[in-house]
């Protein structure tokens, strides 16, 4: 352990002495970069008829916490579904899961985000830029992507011949987290090579709470610290580019290992013993999941005046398993000679391929038009059962016009037409026939019960589609509308599962039958912005005729550790809601910002409000620059959702204080931070341990260190 | 155009409030267990023939619906392991619906029984024991306890002697 630090301290001193005497030009050039994007945010802003918003690198510095969907968090409708201290998914106006698409490089991101204990794998020191488009984009980025996509995007290339790098540094409290990343790039000529390392470890993460009621058991949490949530990630990527004339291209290769501990405490049946301290916070024992995402994505384009091609393509490998000393339920099943304790395995391969071109006849039309096809394999392993193995299949093709009616007025209009195919191999657990059998249940019922996944093969048609508006009122006003119709792909989990699933505790049963989810959804976003002032309002509302949830049957499972069998169901549902947005300069050197948001669900059908509905919030903070230091302080509110589903728990809203303190020199970027300054113990709604009670971390003062590194070479 | 739009954005924060003006909810409340008997870390007799003296309130909001007990080993804190020669692993399932046609939509149901009966051959240990109930619209609740199967335990029905 020592080693790695002294290492990297070592690795510091030497590069600090290397690039001392460069102070001068690196400090200008930062600067000269924070603008170049600011106003790129602006520009992307006036092209996309939906509400997008633009994390750049100031931005996600800014607002660091080691994981990137807890940095977007601050991005106005973006909420992070966490697991713990170290996993996230992203969850966009209320749509989580399969419904928001990551997209990197051009390719989406494949793991398992149809599960709920799954994380985001993307390592989150080696994100430089994210476009976030709120509201439908099937049509441009096909089923997945109904409630919004994260772009990912590759930073820009340096115009100079520059070797240039940057080490980062992060400790976290909360959860004795220390993670070291190092960048380093040459850009030579037409060509741009970037490499970058990242690793991060942390402890058992602490709660300011001495007990946790997991399955109607209350139990104590020793040192107020939760048992066996410690966690480490090792990241690798390499980035390589070619710039000439109208040619450019690259290549990215990522490797993403996560391995993190389940909390003893809400895994299984509840079992106090199972929860006393062992001495040691920061080893991951069983039960504890491990994720390995192999990335690798080329993407080449070929632009003239008026015409652009662009090709991307994509190959990925997400090797998920979980481990847990072996058990079974039906008491019949010997542990498997290797491996004994895994418990599940996926290894889930996708293929991507798209071309997407754009024309532009004359000033006033752009014509975009595209095709993609996505292949999926997925393999499973482990002695016991989530998800059949199965093959999808799945192309689309689209066409957007963009007609610039006069200066300030630009309307668009687009549509998609997508087929889908997915074969699910099907799953027969003999061990749970058996154990029916002996239970004397008839063979009617044991037929019933032994497809923990049934074979199901079908086929899908979809259409989106979209009309957007963009008015440029004058200088200071922007409005934009768009209407969409979009679509998502029944997931292999809704088509075919049959059996409990071991950390939701219930019985969860697919239906082979279920359409795709279909919806209309419209948006609207104002922006006004005017020296020392910016206001947005972004209204929504979605209405969907076929929205998949888990419906209580009220019908009692025979599986042991079941109650009722929940059904993927499809339903009306309406979401809407809207985030607001206000900036004040007071002077140069203090700003006040306001974010505001709120979601409504319904289901039409229930009429209930949909799970995991994320509560209202308001942050409000202010900054103060001055020199080379900014202070900020921020009060976040976060409202009490009352508004739940069936047999979901209304969480309690807080009130939180964060704040931080910045010193940005030439040689470094100091930042010192402290989150939930008053310890105070509340619930996310959103979080996966959230069934189990289990508060959110506790105060957290974090360190960040970020070294930029510059040479210019001839 | 200023108005086109202008109307377009009124039209949408209408629709808006209409639909979150409805507040015409069914029922999310979870029904409400209240066990009597068995408490956690009771100590059950194999062979008994009075069987587990059971005793539960259940009550809800809005309608009943069903409960459900279940029994299973809990041999080494969840992780039920490896067959056993000549004792059999307890296990005991079974639901029972808490209204009839007389009183189809009952809000409070008071249950006594002694149903469950551990046979000779049981293997001794640890068990859990829980308890489910559902409403009619589909909430549901639930218990888990930590009771014990031994040889050893009080053979009478359960009951204190007063009643």
Redesign the interface.
């Known amino acids: 352990m020592y080693f790695r630090y002294i290492t990297v301290i070592m690795v510091f001193a030497h590069l600090q002495s290397l690039f001392a005497e460069k102070q001068d030009t690196s400090s200008v050039t930062i600067l000269k970069e924070v603008t170049v994007m600011g106003s790129y945010g602006r520009d992307i802003d006036r092209e996309i008829t939906l509400p997008v918003a633009v994390a750049d690198k100031k931005f996600l510095t800014e607002h660091f916490r080691g994981n990137i969907m807890q940095t977007l968090e601050y991005v106005g409708g973006v909420r992070s579904m966490d697991i713990g201290s170290g996993f996230s998914k992203p969850m966009i106006r209320g749509m989580g899961f399969n419904r928001i698409a990551v997209v990197e490089n051009g390719i989406k991101h494949e793991g398992q985000q149809w599960g709920s204990d799954h994380g985001l794998e993307i390592d989150a020191f080696a994100v430089d830029r994210v476009v976030i488009r709120k509201g439908p984009s099937s049509l441009l980025f096909g089923s997945d992507a109904m409630g919004g996509v994260i772009e990912i995007q590759t930073p820009k290339t340096p115009l100079e011949n520059l070797f240039y790098g940057e080490v980062s540094i992060l400790g976290k409290s909360v959860n004795e987290t220390f993670a070291e990343s190092v960048m380093m790039g040459l850009k030579r000529g037409v060509y741009n090579v970037k490499f970058r390392f990242t690793s991060q470890d942390y402890g058992d993460y602490k709660i300011p709470a001495d007990t946790v009621v997991y399955?109607?058991?209350r139990m104590t949490v020793d040192n107020r610290k939760l048992k066996n949530t410690a966690g480490l990630e090792r990241d690798a990527s390499i980035l390589m580019e070619y710039e000439k004339g109208r040619h450019s291209g690259n290549i990215t290769i990522s490797n993403t290992f996560q391995k993190s501990g389940f909390f003893t405490g809400a895994h299984?049946?509840?079992?106090a013993?199972?929860l006393r301290d062992d001495g040691d916070n920061r080893n991951i024992d069983l039960p504890y999941s491990t994720v390995n995402h192999l990335k690798i994505t080329a993407q080449r384009q070929l632009k003239n005046d008026n015409f652009a091609i662009t090709w991307n393509l994509g190959y990925q490998n997400n090797r998920r398993k979980e481990l847990s000393?072996?058990?079974?339920?039906y008491?019949?099943q010997?542990?498997p000679t290797e491996n004994p304790d895994l418990e599940l395995y996926f290894s889930l391969v996708t293929l991507d391929m798209a071309m997407k071109s754009e024309w532009l006849p004359c000033d006033r039309l752009k014509h975009s038009f595209g095709w993609d096809v996505q292949g999926q394999d997925n393999n499973i392993a482990g002695y016991s059962f989530l998800l059949p193995e199965f093959k999808r299949f799945s192309a689309g093709v689209f066409y957007l016009a963009s007609f610039k009616m006069t200066d300030k007025?630009t309307f668009d209009g687009g549509l998609r037409v997508n087929y889908g195919k997915i074969k699910l191999s099907g799953y027969s657990d003999i061990y749970l026939s058996d154990y029916l059998y002996r239970?004397g249940y008839p063979d009617s019922v044991t037929d019933e019960y032994r497809w923990r996944g049934y074979p199901v093969e079908r086929a899908f048609s979809d259409l989106a589609a979209s009309f957007g508006?963009i008015?440029q009122?004058n200088d200071y006003g922007l409005?934009k509308?768009n209407l969409g119709r979009s679509f998502r792909m029944p997931g292999a989990n809704e088509l075919s599962s049959n059996g409990v699933h071991h950390s939701a505790f219930r019985h969860e049963q697919g239906t082979p039958v279920l359409d795709s989810e279909k919806g209309w959804q419209?948006d609207?976003a104002?922006t006004f912005q005017n020296d020392g002032i910016g206001l947005s309002l972004s209204?929504f509302?979605n209405l969907f005729e076929n929205y998949i949830y888990l419906?209580?049957?009220?019908l009692?499972s025979?599986l042991?550790?079941a109650?009722?069998i929940y059904l993927y169901t499809g339903a009306r549902a309406?979401f809407?809601?809207?985030e607001a947005e206000l900036n004040i300069d007071f002077t140069k050197k203090m700003t006040y910002h306001f974010a505001g948001e709120y979601v409504?669900t319904?289901n039409l059908d229930?009429?209930?409000?949909m799970s995991f509905s994320p509560p209202a919030s308001i942050r409000n903070s202010l900054i103060l620059r001055h020199g080379n230091i900014r202070l900020s302080a921020e009060l976040q509110s976060i409202a009490t959702q009352n508004r739940?589903?069936?047999?979901?728990d209304p969480t309690k809203g807080t009130n939180l204080i964060h704040l931080s303190a910045t010193l940005i020199t030439a040689l470094a970027r100091v930042s010192l931070s402290v989150y939930n300054l008053t310890d105070n113990a509340y619930y996310n709604h959103l979080s996966f341990y959230r069934k189990a009670q289990i508060p959110e971390p506790g105060r957290n003062v974090q360190l960040l260190i970020n070294i930029p590194l510059k040479r210019k070479m001839k | 155009?200023?108005t086109i739009?202008f109307t377009?954005?009124c039209m949408?924060?209408c629709?808006?409030l209409t639909?979150?003006g409805?507040k015409?909810?069914?029922?999310?409340q979870?029904p409400v267990i209240n066990l009597i008997e068995p408490v956690e870390g009771d100590v059950i007799k194999i062979g008994s023939e009075h069987g587990v003296h059971f005793e539960a309130e259940f009550s809800d909001n809005e309608a009943l619906?069903?409960y459900?007990i279940?029994v299973?080993?809990?041999f080494d804190?969840?992780?039920?392991?490896?067959?056993r020669s000549g004792a059999v692993?307890f296990?005991f399932?079974k639901?029972w619906l808490l209204y009839d046609d007389d009183n189809p939509e009952p809000k409070n149901v008071s249950v006594h029984h002694h149903e469950i009966k551990v046979p000779e051959d049981a293997t001794p240990g640890a068990y859990?024991l829980?308890v489910?109930c559902?409403d009619?619209?589909?909430?549901?609740s639930?218990?888990?306890l930590n009771v014990v199967l031994s040889h050893e335990g009080d053979d009478d029905d359960g009951h204190d002697d007063e009643d």
């Not at chain 1, 299984?268 to 079992?271: I, L, Q, R, S």
């Not at chain 1, 000393?325 to 339920?329: A, D, G």
């Not at chain 1, 229930?606 to 409000?609: I, L, M, R, Y």
């Not at chain 2, 015409?24 to 999310?28: F, I």
Request: hydrophobic share 35%; charged share 15%; aromatic share 8%.
């Open positions: 399955l109607t058991q299984g049946v509840p079992d013993t199972r000393i072996f058990h079974t339920h008491g019949n010997a542990a007025l239970r508006l008015w009122a409005l509308v419209a609207v104002y209204p509302f419906k209580p049957t009220g009692w025979l042991p550790h109650g009722q309406v809407t809601g809207a409504y319904h229930e009429n209930t409000p739940v589903s069936k047999n979901e | 155009m200023r739009i377009c954005f949408l924060s629709l808006a639909i979150t409805c015409d909810e069914s029922d999310t979870k619906a069903s459900k279940s299973h080993p809990n804190g969840h992780q039920h392991a490896i067959l692993d296990e399932d639901s859990h829980m489910y559902t009619k619209a589909g909430n549901q639930y218990l888990a």
